[in-house]
């Protein structure tokens, strides 16, 4: 562990020894009473840091499945509005029309937030099921006012909201059920600093109502397995044991740091990024008001060769940041603050930003 690349992309990031060692737990039988009982354990610290009363299911996936899963439980004939300010968001509204869903799309420029009142604009035109938001966009380090938008979809009733919050949960207070998020879906392997392969989840009761009336809801990602198998503290099928272990041991660190710690620790480390972008003459990708505080997407501004530096940084300093997602390549790029680092970690990233910068 010790000599390895460390990684400063937004997600996946870097792994605690402690999170490696949970994850390497002897396994136990999915239908055990020790697996009950693990699930039990975790389950109202789950519910805690979601801000619900409902249940929190564990999905052996990425959040891809359960960002598809949402799109066939939830849209059962009329329309989802797909948000889109980024490359995950508008991955969305292509997924949701491979689910063959009728998708209208709400666009906002690459870096750009959602407003709410667009949601709104978009809503008024009548006939949908379910909007898709993606809290904190993370490949334009954009973060779209939430609360407002949830706001604004409360107005309209039957219309449902699914809220991807991957690298955003736990680095900020997101309330799922004081907000009216219907499904509130994160992953492992970003703000929650755990190795890519399980994805968590809640439901309102109005998203398992619509979920029963779906006929396309197919086995694996099913809302309502989902409910019946947690009802007995259990998932459908066998799940990732080793990623619930490490999830265990994840929990029992943010309730040893305290929730309101961590979110001011990723306030205060996201600070000292921004300080170098500022210090360094570059500008932010996101405006003001709308950046995230998780990862920082840095407009290349100056015309460095992004990817020569980063060569440097790996192999001079055995770390990496990235260097811009899909189109963005090169023209920006991304550090992340996310997981388990400290103003230790982040200012030797940044030493070894300093030292390697190309002028
Ligand atoms: C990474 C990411 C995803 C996709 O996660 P997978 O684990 O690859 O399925 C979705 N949404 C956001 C905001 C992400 O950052």
Request: charged content about 25%; some cysteine.
């Amino acid at each position: 562990m010790a000599n390895h690349i460390k990684l400063y992309i937004p997600g996946p990031i870097e792994v605690s020894e402690k999170t490696f060692r949970a994850f390497c737990t002897p396994m136990i039988g999915h239908r055990s009473n020790d697996f009950k009982a693990l699930s039990a354990e975790i389950q109202p610290k789950l519910r805690a840091l979601f801000g619900t009363e409902q249940r929190v299911y564990l999905s052996t996936s990425s959040a891809w499945g359960v960002m598809e899963a949402a799109i066939r439980n939830l849209v059962v004939g009329g329309k989802v509005l797909n948000c889109m300010c980024g490359a995950f968001s508008d991955k969305w509204f292509d997924v949701s029309q491979r689910c063959g869903k009728e998708a209208v799309a709400l666009k906002a420029e690459w870096g750009q937030p959602i407003l709410p009142e667009a949601v709104e604009a978009k809503l008024a035109e009548g006939g949908f099921d379910a909007v898709t938001l993606i809290h904190n966009e993370t490949s334009c380090g954009v973060r779209s006012p939430l609360a407002e938008i949830a706001a604004v979809v409360k107005k309209f009733p039957g219309v449902l909201l699914i809220v991807d919050t991957v690298s955003s949960f736990s680095t900020e207070a997101i309330p799922m059920d004081k907000l009216g998020i219907d499904v509130l879906l994160t992953g492992s392997q970003k703000a929650l600093a755990m190795p890519p392969g399980l994805a968590l989840f809640s439901t309102s009761p109005a998203a398992l109502e619509r979920a029963a009336q779906s006929k396309d809801r197919g086995y694996y990602f099913d809302f309502i397995e989902f409910e019946k198998n947690a009802e007995q503290d259990m998932t459908p099928s066998t799940p990732s044991i080793a990623h619930i272990f490490a999830l265990r041991s994840k929990l029992e660190d943010i309730e040893t740091e305290g929730a309101e710690n961590r979110y001011l620790r990723h306030i205060k480390l996201n600070g000292m990024v921004a300080d170098w972008v500022r210090r360094n003459g570059f500008e932010f990708f996101a405006p003001e008001g709308y950046r995230s505080v998780s990862l920082t997407c840095v407009a290349n501004n100056k015309g460095i060769d992004v990817a020569e530096w980063i060569k440097r940084l790996k192999k001079e300093h055995s770390l990496v940041i990235d260097g811009g997602y899909g189109k963005l390549k090169g023209k920006t790029f991304r550090i992340s603050n996310m997981g388990d680092e400290t103003e230790e970690s982040i200012g030797a990233v940044l030493a070894a930003l300093d030292a390697t910068l190309p002028v």
